[in-house]
């Protein structure tokens, strides 16, 4: 296993649209392992492939809480089968755009289906934060970020912020 480097906006990459995964093999569970350790590492509680450059419908989370063992989640091409229509606000964040928050409307809870680690097909409903983070994740395989969701004025912010940050890193 290895940690990766988590590309951060605007990162052209990020944009890319992720392709499906043919077949779940060992190399799919290899980068799924990296993601997971990566994601850890960040911390955070949800990592899509994209964000690591590479660009397929791979997603790890975990959920569980500080006090709470290891619950990691594999998605493989999952896909929303039914959004409640009902929307939920909540302060979210992400890796690939460090240290920024806001809140986004999301459906409050969502049927979906995927391949687990062993790619075996799993479906099921998603609520609370389980249905906030996995949308929030699939938005990145369809090349979006959570800061699309707000104001054009936001956004650019937010843009501009991380770019800062990441200069000051480079420059130490
Ligand atoms: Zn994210």
């Known amino acids: 296993m290895a940690i990766r480097e988590i590309l951060t906006v605007p990162n052209s990459i990020l944009k890319q649209v992720s392709k499906p995964v043919e077949a779940v093999t060992d190399e799919t569970r290899a980068l799924m392992d990296d993601m ?92 609370g934060l389980y249905a906030v983070c996995i949308q929030h994740e699939m938005d990145h395989l369809k090349g979006i970020v959570f800061i699309d969701h707000l104001s054009r004025l936001k956004r650019e912010r937010a843009i501009k912020k991380v770019q800062k940050a990441e200069k000051l890193k480079a420059t130490g």
């Open 36 to 127: 997971l350790e990566t994601m850890y590492a960040a911390p955070g509680i949800g990592l899509a492939a994209v964000q690591i450059g590479v660009p397929i419908n791979v997603i790890v989370m975990d959920l569980a809480k500080d006090d709470e063992e290891p619950a990691p989640k594999y998605f493989i091409n999952p896909e929303i089968l039914e959004l409640d229509e009902e929307f939920i606000p909540y302060d979210e964040g992400c890796l690939s755009i460090p240290d920024v928050f806001d809140t986004v409307d999301r459906p409050k809870r969502c049927k979906l289906t995927y391949l687990d680690y062993n790619g075996e097909k799993v479906t099921e409903w998603a609520e």
